[in-house]
Each structure stands twice: as structure tokens, then as C-alpha cells.
């Protein structure tokens, strides 16, 4: 009977030594977390003042303009509308291959629409990721200080209670914000890149077709 009181009680010091040497690594990475938070709003912000004030063009206008056009007249327009960067280098890779077989370049469209795709979701990966973890590792700091903290109390010992409540606080507001406010530009992110995709599918649709119809006038 000893014996096992014993091993119950080394297997209780294991765990509350690897529980309280976790406490440092998870604020360290909760910092790590904040900062994050601070870079995504400043490239938001970067973003708002670049791609979304460049992008002036309206999709139901561009499909207006380039009915009838040739393969310069395309190639002219697409450089001076006022589509994104990335849209316009996947139109004119597109534009630039009339000569292929009809069923070529249908694949060359759904492959270059993927690879914008791809691009998208890897930015909104990350803060998608941090807006998941960041609470998790806020309630880590939560409940790893609590136990010194509540054995503080059961001592008398207020001044290592309060301490360990104040890390707690903090710890889990430093997670809650920064899982907030991932999740809050990973829905806005979402929200524009789905609507650059849907657009740039459609200017594909309508330059295969007009570029078809050309071929079939020669």
C-alpha cells in the first residue's frame, strides 16, 4: 500500500513539474501570437491601400468591352483595365494561347484558376491556423498558473494567488485577441479573394468564347 501511495505521488510531481515548466514556452508563444496579430492588421491595411484601391473594374463592363475584340485588342485592354495584377497576368497567359485546341485551353483556364486559388488560400491559411490555436494556448496560460496559485491559497500565501491569477488574466486576453482578430481578417480576406477568383472565372469564360468566335470568323 505505501508503495503505490508513493508511485501515485511521483506520477502526480511528474506531471505538475511538466505542466508548470510548459508555463514560459506558452506565454512566449502567446507573445509570438500578438505579434502577429499586430503584422495582419498592418498587412490589411497595406492591402486596402493597394489591391482594393487599384481594383476599379467592374466585371459586367469588362465582358461589355471585349466582345469582338482580336488577341492584341485583349491583351491591350487587359493592361489598362483596372484588374489586379494577378488577374491580368492569368488573362494574358490565357490570351496569349488561342492557338491551342479548344479542350487545351479550357484545362490551361481551370489550371491557372486553380493556381489563384492555391495563392488565396495560403494567405488565409495562416490566419486561420492562429485563429484556432490562439485561444487554445490562451486557456493553457489559464490553467497552468492556477495550481501553484491554488496551492498558494490553500497555504495563505495571497501574494503567489494573485500573481498567478494576474498571469492568468492576462494570458487569456492575449489569446482571445489575437484569435479574434485572425478570424475576424481571415473572414474579410475570404470574402474579397472569393470575389477576385468568381471574377477572374468569368473574364476566362467570356475571352474563350469571343477568342473562339475570332477563330471562326478566320
Not at 92 to 105: A, G, K, Q, V, W
Not at 124 to 134: E, P, Q
Not at 166 to 192: E, H, M, N, Q
Request: proline letters at 3%; one cysteine or more; a neutral charge.
Amino acid at each position: 500500500m505505501p508503495s503505490v501511495i508513493n508511485l501515485s505521488e511521483i506520477v502526480k510531481d511528474v506531471l505538475r513539474t511538466i505542466t508548470s515548466s510548459l508555463q514560459i514556452p506558452t506565454i512566449i508563444i502567446l507573445l509570438l501570437l500578438i505579434a502577429s496579430a499586430v503584422v495582419m492588421i498592418g498587412s490589411i491595411i497595406v492591402e486596402i491601400f493597394t489591391d482594393r484601391m487599384r481594383l476599379k473594374a467592374k466585371i459586367p463592363k469588362v465582358i461589355d468591352d471585349i466582345q469582338g475584340m482580336n488577341r492584341d485588342q485583349l491583351l491591350a485592354y487587359i493592361d489598362r483595365c483596372g484588374l489586379l495584377k494577378r488577374q491580368k497576368r492569368a488573362l494574358r497567359e490565357l490570351i496569349t494561347r488561342e492557338d491551342l485546341p479548344d479542350n487545351s485551353r479550357e484545362a490551361l483556364a481551370r489550371e491557372l484558376l486553380f493556381e489563384e486559388q492555391n495563392h488565396y488560400e495560403k494567405l488565409t491559411r495562416f490566419t486561420d491556423v492562429i485563429a484556432r490555436i490562439a485561444p487554445m494556448f490562451g486557456l493553457m496560460g489559464t490553467l497552468i498558473p492556477l495550481g501553484p496559485g491554488l496551492i498558494g491559497l490553500g497555504q495563505g500565501d495571497t501574494k503567489t494567488l494573485s500573481e498567478s491569477l494576474l498571469i492568468a488574466f492576462d494570458t487569456t486576453v492575449a489569446g482571445l485577441v489575437s484569435g479574434a482578430v485572425a478570424f475576424v481578417i481571415s473572414a474579410i480576406r475570404k470574402s474579397w479573394y472569393e470575389k477576385y477568383v468568381v471574377g477572374l472565372e468569368t473574364i476566362m469564360e467570356c475571352i474563350l468564347d469571343v477568342q473562339d468566335g475570332d477563330l471562326m470568323k478566320r
